[in-house]
């Protein structure tokens, strides 16, 4: 039987930070909200994909996202192209998951492969390359969970489902063999319930392309403005 700590996220002020962040850097697995749905994860590591793995009864290699409290931490934490730092500017924080080349320094579990096709030369057929990949959020967090932007670090992470199942949009729909894997539970009440839009930007160095592999909240005419869009012109976080 795991010991349960529980914390009402809307009830935190920024004086608990500390506390939070030190209940989530040593929880074993954590049960929280994002702008999309409710998550589980922790501090990046083997053990943290491991019980994500064991709590959602899949694959040890399928990779897990990893989702940053700011952008801020995203772009201190993982070195990435001018370009990309552009795009992480226009996009985030916001219900998307943007793939990006994978970093030599991040955790295996975090590490995933997209499949491109490159046109050939001059009497040369195209070729299929797999890259690799991290898939990063920061969300924009819900105003009762607006406390989780102060985290220091980011966390390895999925949907607080079972593998194949629908993905919650509340504590009460998190299901209860998931939950009870959790030694910490982060309630910020109901939130949006649609996934994050997954856009790979692994080749944007290379030729400046973009895909949607999973929509989402936000569909290609949306991105395709945003990335266009002056960047004083965006929404403020």
Same mark, same amino acid.
């Given at each position: 039987?795991?010991?349960?700590?529980?914390?009402?996220?809307?009830?935190?002020? *920024?004086? $608990?930070?500390?506390?939070?962040?030190? &209940?989530? #850097?040593?929880? +074993?697995?954590?049960?929280? @909200?994002?702008? =999309?749905?409710?998550?589980?994860?922790?501090? *990046?590591? $083997?053990?943290?994909?491991?019980?994500? &793995?064991? #709590?959602?009864? +899949?694959?040890?290699?399928? @990779?897990?996202? =990893?989702?940053?409290?700011?952008?801020?931490?995203?772009?201190?934490?993982?070195?990435?192209?001018?370009?990309?730092?552009?795009?992480?500017?226009?996009?985030? @924080?916001?219900?998307?998951?943007?793939?990006?080349?994978?970093?030599?320094?991040?955790?295996?579990?975090?590490?995933?492969?997209?499949?491109?096709?490159?046109?050939?030369?001059?009497?040369?057929?195209?070729?299929?390359?797999?890259?690799?990949?991290?898939?990063?959020?920061?969300?924009?967090?819900?105003?009762?969970?607006?406390?989780?932007?102060?985290?220091?670090?980011?966390?390895?992470?999925?949907?607080?489902?079972?593998?194949?199942?629908?993905?919650?949009?509340?504590?009460?729909?998190?299901?209860?063999?998931?939950?009870?894997?959790?030694?910490?539970?982060?309630?910020?009440?109901?939130?949006?319930?649609?996934?994050?839009?997954?856009?790979?930007?692994?080749?944007?160095?290379?030729?400046?392309?973009?895909?949607?592999?999973?929509?989402?909240?936000?569909?290609?005419?949306?991105?395709?403005?945003?990335?266009?869009?002056?960047?004083?012109?965006?929404?403020?976080?």
């Amino acid at each position: 039987m795991i010991d349960q700590q529980r914390m009402d996220l809307a009830s935190l002020t *920024p004086a $608990d930070s500390l506390g939070l962040t030190a &209940a989530i #850097a040593t929880a +074993r697995l954590a049960c929280f @909200p994002t702008d =999309t749905v409710y998550g589980i994860g922790g501090a *990046p590591g $083997d053990a943290t994909a491991a019980a994500i &793995a064991a #709590a959602k009864g +899949r694959a040890d290699d399928k @990779p897990l996202q =990893t989702i940053f409290p700011s952008r801020e931490v995203l772009l201190r934490t993982v070195a990435i192209s001018p370009g990309l730092r552009d795009v992480a500017y226009r996009l985030l @924080p916001g219900p998307v998951t943007l793939l990006i080349p994978f970093p030599d320094d991040f955790p295996a579990a975090a590490r995933g492969e997209v499949a491109h096709t490159f046109k050939g030369g001059f009497g040369r057929r195209a070729q299929t390359e797999s890259v690799a990949s991290l898939g990063v959020r920061v969300p924009r967090w819900p105003r009762a969970a607006r406390v989780l932007e102060t985290l220091p670090f980011p966390l390895l992470a999925s949907s607080a489902n079972p593998s194949g199942g629908e993905a919650p949009r509340s504590l009460d729909e998190v299901a209860a063999s998931v939950l009870a894997r959790c030694d910490l539970v982060l309630d910020g009440g109901a939130v949006d319930g649609r996934a994050s839009t997954v856009v790979d930007f692994t080749c944007f160095d290379r030729d400046r392309s973009w895909r949607i592999l999973r929509p989402g909240v936000w569909d290609e005419a949306e991105i395709a403005e945003m990335l266009a869009r002056k960047r004083e012109d965006l929404p403020k976080p």
